[in-house]
């Protein structure tokens, strides 16, 4: 049964996102501010912008600075960082419903802290993806994420509507559970119809249900008219590998397990294909938009896992951005200040950064 038809709380959640859609279309906004750069915006194909994306990685996710600034462990300086190790783009992980008041308007000094990253990257030439990510809220109460959802595009599609095109906006990761495939295919819609009121040609990235997995792929349905979409998707196979130890999945408690057998080749490659025959069929981009293997792994396998799946990526045409520069299946250290240099070498190859030096 479609739960946004049968919803008990939904006179309260409607008035709310009411408040926030008349809001929404003032054009006197605070947040209607400054243009974070001087390129203005001109419309990109997908399939040129996701050439463009290329190599990324994920910032910011569950950093403290969102709630209080002096507690920051990204600095902007590592946007530099960030660009002159080879990759191209930044996936920018926002957790913002906590920061909504009411009436679901976002907190002024978070939009701030936002700008000042947003600008930084650019800055940087950077491509930056804002992925929102309250997957966990959106995985148990499909209603409430659909009015903190759209009450969150309908402010930051319009505070962003003028930033250069190397702002990409991503709806919501690992959508799951309580927000089933035909509930997302529905909300995907009214979202994207939100954003385009303000963004008409920005590209969006979207993935599927079932957490972005490659299984969902054709379960998604996007709008055949719209082809400012770049498709995504999530890659953790094989989870006894990638995730062996990791306290949230405790299923996959087993210490010591390998990758990088024949078989564990053939997976991986039979795999990616089934993307790649998806996106000739459906004619979308792709953007791998997380992989990563936890740190109880061997390194040596985690770094032959990831050089398998980022050059089996390229190979497809897909860009990437890896699971994450901070926290956990980290690529730099922040404690030391240092990169961890099996997971960047497997991820931007010493031999791509000579030739890129020598052109």
């Known amino acids: 049964m479609n739960s946004f038809s049968t919803r008990s709380r939904a006179g309260a959640i409607a008035g709310l996102f009411l408040a926030i859609a008349a809001v929404g279309g003032c054009a006197n906004l605070p947040w209607a501010e400054k243009p974070l750069s ?16 290329g190599r990324g990685v994920a910032v910011l996710s569950e950093d403290p600075g969102w709630s209080d600034p002096a507690k920051a462990r990204f600095k902007p300086r590592y946007f530099k960082l960030i660009h002159d ?46 992925d929102e990510h309250d997957y966990e809220i959106c995985g148990k109460d499909a209603v ?3 009015a903190k959802l759209n009450a969150f595009w309908s402010q930051v599609a319009l505070r962003y509507k003028d930033a250069p095109n190397k702002l990409v906006f991503e709806m919501l990761n690992e959508p799951h559970q309580a927000m089933t495939a ?26 599927p249900d079932n957490w972005n997995g490659i299984e969902a792929l054709p379960k ?21 590998f990638t995730h062996q130890g990791a306290a949230w999945v405790p299923q996959y408690d087993k210490l010591g397990v390998g990758w990088g057998s024949d078989a564990d080749y053939a997976l991986l490659n039979k795999e990616l294909d089934s993307v790649k025959a998806w996106a000739d069929v459906n004619h ?17 396998d985690r770094a032959k896992w990831t050089y398998a799946v980022a050059r089996g990526a390229e190979a497809r045409g897909f860009s990437w951005a890896y699971w994450q520069f901070d926290k956990d299946f980290i690529v730099y250290d922040i404690d030391k200040d240092a990169w961890v240099e099996p997971i960047l070498h497997a991820l931007i190859p010493l031999a791509d950064k000579i030739s890129e030096a020598t052109r």
């Not at 998604?220 to 006894?240: C, G, N, R």
């Open 182 to 207: 035909e509930m997302w295919n529905a909300q995907l819609v009214e979202t994207l119809a939100i954003m385009r009121a303000t963004n008409p040609t920005r590209n969006v990235v979207i993935g």
């Open 85 to 130: 190790a080879g990759f191209s783009t930044v996936r920018m992980v926002l957790t913002t419903f906590d920061h909504m008041d009411g009436e679901l308007k976002l907190d002024p000094q978070y939009l701030a802290r936002l700008d000042r990253m947003v600008k930084a990257a650019l800055d940087q030439g950077l491509t930056v993806i804002l």
């Open 284 to 300: 979308r981009p792709i953007f791998l938009g997380e992989f990563g293997a936890y740190e109880n792994g061997a390194m040596a």
């Open 144 to 146: 409430l994420c659909r």
């Open 220 to 240: 998604l349905v996007l709008p055949p008219d719209d082809q400012h979409i770049i498709a995504t998707f999530h890659y953790y196979h094989p989870m006894e």
């Open 38 to 53: 001087e390129t203005p915006y001109t419309p990109i194909d997908a399939f040129a912008q996701n050439q463009q994306m």
